[in-house]
């Protein structure tokens, strides 16, 4: 089967080497344009391109998918699908039309839930205890398409956006082989999405990692396990940020945000509800370390408090 695939980051590329390990003729790769990278501002190729460039794949990389000429160029490619996987940009329907059996999306929620830009971490945020991908041909509206296959995935106790990011890439590959190879043999009939059902979430920003600590425990370890590894859970201590990486939800009671105990490895903090132990965490400039080995080379006491900014 020919394919056109379209797809930026990590997520997009285990369906694209999925699609080429199966034996399928990937004619082109549509991916964002590279983006500079550090200090030097050197640019840095997407990691779809960087698969496509290693197996002498084709690449495109429009700054606006929906232009004239993107148009134009993707209309010499006769590919019997599209597939798209978290490619970023909109497709407009002159381009939905183009291919016989139409562009399929993998998504990666149970849709119709956690439609948009984040449904990874946002399952782990709100405890979900399963997540999934979902195939669908894609409609004109965002996560709006008529519904191919899905996949379940459970979610571990201690699941992080990052261990769950990985699953979901794995097994969207997987269901995107299936889906193609059933839509050719006309073995799918799509199914409609129930708009009722519907929910959407919006992008992960940094500031969303910052601590309430009124919030319950449970809540706030949960923000702590969405946002691993990006862009990270954070408060402030004395002036100084410190990311908290891993925590455990414990029968405890103070003032929220104040430090209730420090034992020899671990300290707790108090919350709206409960409290954190907090097991592992990085105070600004220093690397990721476990509370022990924080507290072996920082002064801590009960009393002191996090605070929600520097002052």
Known sequence: ?????????DFAVETLKAIYE???EVILVVS??????GRSGKLQPTPVKEFAMEHDIPVYQPVKIRAEESVEYLKQYEADVFVVAAFGQILPKVILD????GCVNVHGSLLPKYR????IQWAVINGEKISGNTTMLMGPGLDDGDMLLKSEVELAADETGGSLFDKLALDGGKLAVKTIEALER???????????QATHVGMIKKEMGNIDWSKPAEEIERLIRGLNPW???FTFLNGKQVKIWKATVVDKTGASGTIISVDKNVF????????LEINELQLEGKKRMNAGDFLRGNTLEAGATFSSTRE
Not at 98 to 101: D, F, G, V
């Open 1 to 9: 089967m020919k394919v056109v695939f379209m797809g930026t980051p």
């Open 22 to 24: 199966a034996g399928h």
């Open 32 to 37: 964002q344009p590279d983006k500079p990278k």
């Open 98 to 101: 183009m291919p016989r059996l």
């Open 116 to 119: 948009g830009a984040a449904p």
């Open 186 to 196: 006309g073995e799918i009939t799509p199914v409609p999405q129930d708009e009722s």
């Open 231 to 233: 862009p990270s859970a």
């Open 268 to 275: 707790t903090v108090a919350c709206g509800k409960q409290a």
